[in-house]
């Protein structure tokens, strides 16, 4: 109990919704032998990676959504936090004497959706100092950069009033509530720089991770049979645009609009159907035991088979790379779509069963209440799965 309490107290550096619980990862971790590599193919937040590093294993990590990875890989890297705060400071300095005039953001200056997407969602004043912030960090590179980058999106991803005009940004919820703003943009990017040197300098990460852009569903980068464990909790339907909320801050860091809606519309979970290649005979074999969906419209029962074909080649990836009897965690919540309750998890195991990963135990683990992010359906005829709405399972398997 010792470890879980000590992974439990690591400090998250950025804000992230649905966060995985620390314990969950610390439990998949028993008895892995020394040197070996974990794979989060999906790694959000960081905390699977953070919570490897900290007990000293090789980890190794993707996400399609980039300020996942710039997180992640901040919060997995050894800083020196004196360093930390020199490098503020020199930043700082340079910020201060920058004039607008002399500032030129091509993806913003040159993009009129990113350009009117900054125009709507933040103030002028803020807007001025972040572009100043933006332009200084655009022209430093290293992995002190990549934390500053960081620092930098603590003040628009906010759970309370930060550089946008914007409510509920770090809930993947922004919604337009300010007409002004107050809010001071470049003291709080000092003290912001000054809090994530005070995290590293109470607890430094280990290091011996590995993190980069890339897709769950197509590891190429990954060797077969090359991972020992993989740990991961993939959207689930229905769930958290994670991607909403980012591209408040990832505008700033050099994507245009137009580059993160793509990303966002090939997210696993989007609410779209299968594309016209598609084997649409599998995705009716993974959705199998799922009742009720005739009751739900085409458009639906085609997100969810796309969901269920995207979960496939997730699974299928994990058990080309996992090395023979190597374990796979799934973390997995359920949906409520349209009155019809979809039990993911199912969809899940059925992927598995037919990549060849045989389940070893599956439990379920009640969300906390502070941590739900989505709140159970209060539809009257699914009142008995509300219970189930408030829990995620947690399946593992071995090849």
Same mark, same amino acid.
């Given at each position: 109990m010792g470890h879980t309490r000590s992974i439990e107290k690591i400090r998250p550096i950025h804000p992230f919704a649905a966060r995985m619980a620390p314990e969950i990862a610390f439990e998949a971790l028993k008895g892995l032998r020394k040197n070996s590599t974990v794979l989060d193919p999906m790694v959000g937040s960081g905390t699977v990676l953070r919570t490897v590093s900290e007990h000293g294993y090789n980890g190794m990590g993707f996400d399609i959504d980039p300020l996942a990875v710039l997180m992640s890989k901040a919060w997995t890297t050894p800083f020196n936090s004196e360093k930390i705060k020199s490098k503020a400071e020199e930043l700082i300095d340079e910020v201060n004497s920058l004039h607008l005039n002399s500032i030129y953001l091509p993806w913003i200056d040159n993009d009129p959706a990113t350009k009117a997407f900054i125009n709507f969602w933040f103030g002028k004043k803020q807007a001025n100092s972040l572009r100043k912030i933006s332009f200084a960090i655009s022209t430093h590179k290293g992995t002190y950069n990549d934390l500053l980058k960081v620092a930098f999106s603590r003040l628009i991803i906010t759970k309370t009033k930060g550089a946008s005009l914007a409510a509920d940004v770090s809930h993947s919820r922004p919604h337009r509530v300010y007409e002004k703003n107050d809010f001071d943009v470049l003291t709080s990017f000092a003290n912001s720089c000054g809090a994530l040197a005070k995290i590293f300098e109470? *607890?430094? +990460?280990? @290091?011996?991770?590995?993190? !980069?852009?890339?897709?769950?569903?197509?590891?190429?980068?990954? =060797?077969?049979?090359? %991972?020992?464990?993989?740990?991961?909790?993939?959207? &689930?339907?229905?769930?958290?645009?994670?991607?909403?909320?980012?591209?408040?801050?990832?505008?700033?860091? @050099? &994507?245009?609009?137009?580059?993160? @809606?793509? #990303?966002?519309?090939?997210?696993?979970?989007?609410?779209?159907? +299968?594309?016209? %290649?598609?084997? /649409?005979?599998?995705?009716?074999?993974?959705?199998?035991?799922? =009742?009720?969906?005739?009751?739900? +419209?085409?458009?639906?029962?085609? /997100?969810?088979?796309? &969901?269920?074909?995207? /979960?496939?080649?997730? #699974?299928?990836?994990?058990?080309?790379?996992?090395?023979?009897?190597?374990?796979? =965690?799934?973390?997995?919540?359920?949906?409520?779509?349209?009155? #019809?309750?979809?039990?993911?998890?199912?969809? #899940?195991?059925?992927?598995?069963?037919?990549? @060849?990963? !045989?389940? %070893?135990? *599956?439990?379920?683990?009640?969300?906390? *209440?502070?941590?739900?992010?989505?709140?159970?359906?209060?539809?009257?005829?699914?009142?008995?799965?509300?219970?189930?709405?408030? =829990?995620?399972?947690?399946?593992?398997?071995?090849?």
């Open positions: 109470k *607890q430094k +990460p280990k @290091g011996k991770i590995n993190v !980069r852009l890339g897709d769950a569903r197509n590891l190429e980068d990954v =060797t077969d049979k090359s %991972i020992s464990a993989i740990i991961t909790s993939p959207p &689930y339907l229905n769930a958290l645009d994670y991607m909403r909320g980012h591209k408040l801050s990832l505008v700033w860091l @050099g &994507y245009k609009i137009g580059e993160l @809606g793509s #990303v966002r519309s090939n997210s696993v979970g989007v609410e779209k159907a +299968p594309d016209s %290649i598609a084997n /649409m005979q599998l995705a009716t074999d993974l959705t199998k035991g799922i =009742t009720h969906l005739e009751k739900l +419209p085409q458009r639906k029962q085609n /997100m969810i088979k796309r &969901y269920a074909l995207d /979960m496939y080649g997730i #699974v299928e990836e994990s058990a080309r790379v996992l090395e023979k009897c190597g374990k796979a =965690t799934f973390v997995v919540g359920n949906s409520c779509i349209n009155e #019809v309750f979809v039990e993911n998890s199912l969809i #899940v195991r059925n992927s598995c069963q037919m990549a @060849g990963l !045989r389940l %070893i135990n *599956q439990k379920e683990r009640d969300i906390p *209440q502070s941590k739900r992010y989505l709140p159970p359906p209060s539809y009257k005829n699914v009142s008995s799965f509300k219970n189930r709405m408030r =829990t995620e399972s947690v399946m593992r398997f071995s090849k």
